[in-house]
């Protein structure tokens, strides 16, 4: 089935923060996400989900297992399972990017103390 963003299943996160369910299933979650500037998410982790964040435009700084890392437009980092992560936005425009789970994520988030 073709899937766009207008007909996505949509969220909001932390406020202002948006997300689009590109793919929904069992064993895998596709989510295009867009976070206005200054956005910050909690640090957390998940015992079971890997994921994979790819930019599509803006820049997203991604805290992994506390290194600091500045993704631009079409790079990538892969997360495992069970490292904490933080994903935020300190540049000025909207960061717009893909993330990959498998399984998906949701419920499976535990915050980071």
């Known amino acids: 089935m073709m899937i766009d963003k207008a007909s996505a299943e949509h969220y909001t996160w932390g406020g202002q923060c948006d997300g689009w369910h590109l793919v929904k299933s069992p064993n895998l979650s596709v989510i ?16 079971k989900a890997e994921q994979f964040f790819f930019v599509l435009s803006g820049v997203a700084t991604l805290e992994v297992a506390e290194q600091v890392f500045s ?43």
């Open 71 to 113: 993704l631009t437009p079409q790079q990538g980092l892969h997360v495992a399972a069970g490292v904490v992560h933080q994903l935020r936005n300190e540049a000025e425009q909207d960061l717009v990017f893909l993330v990959t789970s498998t399984p998906p994520s949701h419920g499976d988030r535990v915050e980071a103390v």
């Open 32 to 47: 295009q996400e867009r976070v206005p500037s200054g956005c910050v998410e909690v640090k957390h982790y998940h015992q």
